[in-house]
Structures are given as C-alpha cells and as structure tokens.
C-alpha cells in the first residue's frame, strides 16, 4: 500500500492538540483520509484512542491497514463528519481535528475526476452511494446555477462565460470526463487567462467538489457539534485550503468565543501557516491555515 499524502503542518498539530502521555484520551480525526495525522497522534500518545471518520469508503480502508499497527486503539466510521458529530454522544472526546478538503489520493489514484490532468469520469463524489456526481451537476443544472455555483465555490471571474461553454456543448453532446471538462473551461476563457499561474480549470474543479459533497455546507453545524461534544479543557483544531473554508471556521469560532457565556476561547489568535521549510517538501501544504480553540 502505497501511502500518497503527507499530514499538513504536523509540527503545529502536534504542538497545539497536545495530549497528556500517561493519561488515556480519546481523538476524533474527522477527516482520517490515509490516516497521516491520526498515525502521528497514535504513535505520540500512547494511551490515546481514535475514532476515525471518513466518507470515502477507498481511502478508510487505506487508514484501517495503515493503522492496524495501534491494536485496539483505532476505530473507523465510515460517515459524513456532520452525521457523525451530531449522533456522538456531549463531553466524550479530549480532542477533534479537521484538515479539510481532498487528498492527494483522491487526485492521483481514485479515478473520479478530481484532476483536471488526467482523463476520468467526472464523478468527484466521496460518497459512492451518493445520487450527484459532478457530470450530472455540469449536464443538468440551468446555466444560471452553474454560473452562480461557480462563482461562490470556486470564486471564478469567468464563471458567465463557463457556465455557457458547458451549456453549449451539452447541447450538443453529453459531458463526460475531466479532460472533455477542462478543454470546454480552457476554450471559454480569454486567452490571456489560459496560461495564469494556475491552470484556468482549477476554480471550477474546486467549485464541483463543493457542490458535489455539499462540503462547505457541512461545516458551520459540524463545529457546533464538536464543541458539544467535546470535553472541558479540550481542543479542537481545524485545517482550512481556501478562504470559503477558512471564512467559516474563523467566525463560528469568533461567534462562539464571544457570546454572553461563551463555551471556547480562541487559542490561535491568528491561523498557523506553514513553514518556508514544510511549503517546500509539501506543496500542498502552502495554502493551509490551522485554527484551535479550547471548551472552557
Ligand atoms: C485532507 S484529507 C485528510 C488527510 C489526513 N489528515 C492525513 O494526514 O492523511 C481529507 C479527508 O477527509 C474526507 N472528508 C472530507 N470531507 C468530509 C466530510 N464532510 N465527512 C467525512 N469525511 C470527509 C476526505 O474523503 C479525505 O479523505
């Protein structure tokens, strides 16, 4: 087994969701993926136990081999983080950790789409069992909602122009695969745009992702259960990729923190980047923002 993504700002992570040694815990990593962080916390903290969700039934059993070193102290639950906070029982775990988004897995070997590089069924859903994918959203919403979509979740300045290329060439003929989508985007932009600094697909791949998995909807209510559910004295840290993301956990998280008798205080008053040193080793790492707060 081939393990592909590397755990974001471990150091930080690691310093700020610190754990007793000798005192038994209980994580929950709500987003497992390969089980990067959870392998890290496992074998740092030796009386810790995770529970490690993750929707995307692939990668978990990635995770589930990966960590079956830690026997007994391990445990995977194949369910949306919201889902599963919302039926987890108040004051139960010493820790909650996010690192929103993808993995490199799911670029490179899932074969859904997620990468405009390669040539794949434009599926981009964690949930197998899901009825959206992300060639039904581009196949059958009106050209305003892909428009507006586009334009909220991938923050694209041409989502007009977009939105009516896909429209376009449905008419025509079916859309099918990421390459067949990233040629359509490329042909819709100004020529000046195709050879940016990113590739001019790379906001409304992002912007179907979201729609696919609902995954910014997800968020807000999902720290609002995990302050529940955590216990007095714990942390929960969250790692964001974009500004949407980070927007909404920085002002759940400020909202939380001053109200009347708050329940957490903000422990990162700004969010922790990376180091010239991790950006470096670890691209991916370079638009990641780590957020901390503690129940009082
Ligand atoms: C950035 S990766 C996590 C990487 C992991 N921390 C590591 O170090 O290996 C995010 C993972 O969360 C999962 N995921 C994303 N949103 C989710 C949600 N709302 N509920 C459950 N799992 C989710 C994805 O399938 C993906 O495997």
């Known amino acids: 087994m081939e393990i592909l993504h590397y755990p974001v700002l471990h150091d930080s992570v690691l310093e700020y969701l610190a754990l007793s040694t000798d005192e038994d815990a209980v994580m929950i990593d709500c987003t497992t993926g390969e ?59 010493d820790r909650i950790l996010f690192d ?3 993995s490199i897995f799911h670029y490179e070997e899932s074969q859904r789409g997620f990468s405009f590089r390669k040539d794949e069924p434009l599926d981009m859903r964690l949930d197998k069992n899901a009825s ?41 003929s079916p859309i099918r695969t990421s390459k067949e989508a990233e040629d359509i985007i490329f042909h819709a932009v100004p020529k000046e745009y195709r050879y940016g600094r990113i590739s001019p697909a790379t906001r409304t791949f992002q912007a179907l992702r979201i729609e696919v998995n ?43 923190a001053e109200k009347e008798n708050p329940e957490i205080r903000i422990i990162t008053k700004k969010p922790v980047v990376p180091s010239e040193a991790e950006e470096r080793v670890n691209a991916p790492s370079r638009s990641a923002k780590l957020r901390v707060v503690e129940k009082l």
């Open 214 to 256: 609902k995954e910014l909807d997800r968020i807000k209510p999902s720290l609002l259960e995990a302050i529940r559910v955590l216990k007095r004295g714990g942390r929960i840290g969250v790692i964001t990729f974009h500004s949407l993301e980070d927007r909404i956990v920085k002002w759940t998280f400020k909202d939380e």
């Open 132 to 172: 959206l994918s992300a060639a039904d959203i581009v196949n059958s919403y009106s050209e305003e909602e892909l428009a507006s979509i586009i334009y909220r979740y991938g923050e694209e300045r041409y989502s007009r122009r977009i939105a009516r290329a896909f429209v376009e060439h449905r008419e025509k």
């Open 35 to 93: 089980g990067g962080h959870s392998n890290l916390f496992l074998s740092r903290f030796p009386r810790l136990c995770v529970i490690g969700i993750d929707r995307d039934e692939e990668i978990q059993k990635k995770a589930i081999e990966r960590l079956s070193v830690y026997p007994g102290r391990f445990k995977a639950v194949n369910a949306w983080f919201d889902d599963y906070l919302r039926s987890a029982e108040s004051e139960s775990a």
């Open 100 to 102: 929103l988004g993808i």
